[in-house]
């Protein structure tokens, strides 16, 4: 395959670097028409000359730096430049609040005349409703037509988790880290009391018993031992540690997925993780207010404050200079140093947690946009050349340098330089994680998004979230109560965790029995019954 020189054009006073490593494996390779065809699609409308508008989905997390929006930024603007004028397409950015966008998509995909051309959820659930429905476009042949770049880039394996019955209704983006979660303990605390780092639940629970009795911290009686919200990055590890051997028929039969994760609700064990939850609210060993924390920014301030003793969280959260939870720790508390641990063991001993699957989001092209040919193009041209490295990266001398081949972000660039790529996760859609070419860059280039300060503790975060993690069941069929009631029934769950969590401990279990009945009856039943046929159907 031969190198080739980048075709992007400079943008605004900046030159786009020349990133043969991302043309070589995303151009050359697709045997289908020349790079610069695949990186140059025709105008609108197969070359008509009409100009035409193609609507994208986009994530808004209400962080927008000062001066852009979540429609109008230095990514959209690169996307207009680079794809849409040269094709005669008006790039149109909508908003959907990532908070609100399982609700959102559903409003939007029920009126036909303001759903965007591109729309994307994580919720398989929310992905099989539409397909079942009829919703959502067939997109197979214009992948193989207009899209050789991005069917080289995402593999068979990918493309297959957005299949249904042999047709291709989704894209599914391509994860490149699939361990979630890893613990942090406040060793300058465990230090001052002479403890050892705790490697197993009731360790930890030692710990923070003397957290609170102790007060290492100072903090005058605010002390959080252990930091909670009802976001799964705090409660997974733990209550899928209770979760007692099972046999394979059990793991797929009462496993219940609710949206894009599995959750052990009826799995054996999972009772007395809620119990252990129970145990620790009532001792005073959590976050009193977990349950009003759904996006965990209490939580994220209280640890930033120095309260906090230990947490759990996505894999090297708290490193990302974007909320900058480790950096305001350590200005508020001078001293302060954190320590990944990995604590939370079953009874067989292993630190048993759940895990991505290889796809990441899916992307689904409503059955009533009549740009589909534009956005397979679009999602193609992202594939090619550079575009997908720049959009992630930025210009090499001012937003990274190139370390051993991988980007580097540069601490001294200027605030202004930084925020360029301040939602680039959420405009490269085709991709979950930095793409560098093979899988141990992509470790790495993960890794080293953060601060050089930091990379030692991120690559512990990221091995502690690969260790003992298991991947989430693929049914060989959608599951159609997963899709009708997952929704309803995740927010269920959190009701069940939140009430049996601060319930009274003597009655715990009259109150378990009243909401799982509620639960089972609201479609857990529904969910356990047709996963049991369809494994019942996969031994025959």
Not at 235 to 249: G, K, N, R
Not at 264 to 291: C, Q, W
Request: proline share 6%.
């Amino acid at each position: 395959m031969e190198k080739q020189k980048s075709k992007i054009k400079s943008y605004g006073k900046l030159l786009i670097p020349m990133t043969l490593s991302m043309s070589l494996l995303l151009s050359a390779c697709s045997g289908s028409g020349s790079p610069s065809e695949a990186s140059q699609p025709e105008g609108a409308s197969g070359g008509s000359g009409e100009r035409v508008t193609l609507k994208l989905e986009v994530f808004d997390r209400g962080n927008a730096p000062s001066g852009m929006t979540i429609s109008n930024n230095y990514l959209t603007n690169y996307v207009q430049d680079n794809f849409g004028t040269p094709n005669n397409i008006d790039m149109e950015f909508y908003p959907v609040p990532r908070s609100e966008e399982t609700a959102k998509l559903n409003i939007l995909m029920a009126s036909a005349n303001d759903v965007p051309d591109i729309v994307f959820t994580y919720d398989s659930g929310t992905f099989y409703r539409y397909a079942s429905q009829g919703g959502l476009t067939e997109v197979g042949e214009l992948l193989d037509e207009y899209g050789p770049n991005l069917k080289a880039f995402l593999g068979e394996d990918a493309l297959a988790y957005g299949q249904i019955d042999g047709e291709q209704l989704a894209i599914p983006g391509r994860r490149l880290v699939l361990g979630k979660y890893a613990s942090y303990v406040r060793q300058d605390w465990l230090d001052k009391l002479g403890l050892p780092v705790p490697t197993t639940t009731e360790q930890l629970y030692d710990t923070l018993v003397a957290f609170k009795e102790q007060d290492p911290g100072e903090t005058g009686g605010r002390v959080i031992p252990l930091g909670m919200s009802v976001a799964p990055a705090q409660l997974d590890s733990l209550l899928w540690s209770f979760v007692e051997p099972i046999s394979d028929e059990e793991r797929i039969t009462r496993t219940q997925k609710l949206g894009s994760s599995d959750y052990p609700v009826l799995l054996p064990g999972y009772k007395e993780g809620l119990r252990f939850l129970n145990k620790l609210y009532h001792e005073g060993l959590i976050s009193k207010d977990f349950a009003l924390d759904e996006d965990k920014k209490l939580l994220w301030q209280d640890v930033q404050n120095g309260l906090v003793g230990a947490y759990s969280e996505d894999a090297g959260e708290l490193l990302f200079e974007y909320n900058g939870t480790y950096k305001n720790l350590q200005a508020n508390s001078p001293g302060a140093v954190m320590t990944p641990i990995d604590p939370y063991v079953n009874a067989e001993g292993l630190s048993a947690k759940p895990g991505y699957a290889p796809n990441a989001m899916f992307i689904m092209i409503p059955k009533s946009s009549k740009r589909a040919v534009e956005a397979i193009k679009y999602l193609d041209w992202m594939a090619s050349e550079d575009h997908l490295f720049f959009m992630q990266n930025g210009v090499e001398g001012e937003n990274y340098t190139l370390v051993d081949g991988i980007p580097v972000a540069n601490a001294d660039a200027s605030q202004d330089i930084k925020d360029r790529l301040y939602n680039y996760g959420d405009m490269a859609i085709i991709v979950n994680g930095k793409y560098m070419g093979d899988d141990e860059k992509n470790a790495e280039a993960y890794i080293r998004q953060v601060p050089e300060v930091y990379h030692d503790m991120m690559r512990t975060s990221v091995e502690i979230s690969d260790t003992n993690k298991s991947a989430p069941i693929i049914m060989p069929v959608p599951i159609e109560a997963e899709s009708r009631y997952g929704s309803a029934l995740r927010a269920k769950l959190n009701e069940i965790i939140v009430k049996l969590t601060m319930s009274s401990p003597d009655t715990f279990d009259t109150t378990y029995d009243s909401l799982m009945n509620e639960y089972m009856a609201g479609g857990g039943q529904a969910i356990l019954d047709e996963r049991t046929k369809v494994y019942e159907d996969m031994m025959k």
